[in-house]
């Protein structure tokens, strides 16, 4: 079965510690993207990776950090320098230069 | 800020009939959209894409317009069925990669 998983599904948290959120992919996909959901509003992007051992900050990077080690794996680490960390994150992926992305069903992230 | 958005937050809709879920963009120089639909917890799904040489695009009781002169685009649903509520949203290409705007969101009435 391909696809693009995100592990767990639910992840609380204490504030003032870091998370990291999983997501994998088996498309084959060169791109990967990590999105940000609040309650109401479109997605807003956080990072994304175009190859291997790159990426790039997106709109709302600022307490955010990934790594793109592998092909199929682009992990998001929540740090506690996010001020509103509580959300829904949603990864994504796509071949180059297409930009039909295909997301994983999502990681809902409560800090309390 | 976002160049995308959508005219209506929310849209409800009769079983059987008609749904138009509208976008405004604001960026003239994007040629490339996409619908995606997303049910309550899940991720976003690909519904259609047009591209800016086109000005209609159909898919299976989908159909998208695209109207450059007022940078307008819409998604006609055919036949609203139970299984299509959910948050609709328009995706714009910029700077390689995809802009989205707040959603609509589309109740189905039985």
């Known amino acids: 079965d391909g696809g693009i998983t995100q592990s767990p599904k639910y992840l609380f948290r204490k504030e003032g510690q870091n998370v990291t959120l999983s997501c994998e992919q088996n498309l084959n996909h060169d791109a990967m993207y990590w999105y940000r959901q609040d309650p109401g509003q479109g997605l807003r992007l956080i990072y994304y990776s175009q190859i291997v051992n790159d990426f790039q900050k997106g709109d709302i990077a600022e307490g955010y950090s990934v790594s793109r080690e592998k092909k199929e794996s682009f992990p998001l680490t929540v740090t506690s320098a996010q001020k509103n960390p509580t959300a829904f994150y949603l990864c994504?992926?796509?071949?180059?230069?297409?930009?039909?992305?295909?997301f994983g069903p999502g990681t809902r992230l409560t800090v309390t | 800020g976002e160049s995308v958005g959508l005219h209506l937050p929310t849209l409800s809709v009769q079983e059987g009939d008609n749904s138009i879920i509208n976008c405004a963009y604001s960026?003239?120089?994007?040629?490339?959209f996409i619908w995606y639909k997303q049910e309550s917890g899940k991720g976003p799904q690909f519904i259609i894409d047009?591209?800016?040489?086109?000005d209609k695009r159909q898919g299976q009781r989908v159909t998208v317009l695209l109207n450059k002169t007022v940078k307008h685009l819409s998604l006609q649903i055919a036949a609203t069925q139970p299984g299509d509520s959910a948050v609709y949203f328009c995706a714009e290409k910029r700077d390689y990669k995809l802009s989205f705007g707040a959603g609509t969101t589309v109740t189905v009435r039985a």
């Open positions: 994504a992926s796509s071949f180059a230069g297409d930009y039909e992305q295909y």
């Open positions: 960026n003239s120089a994007s040629d490339y």
């Open positions: 047009i591209r800016s040489n086109m």
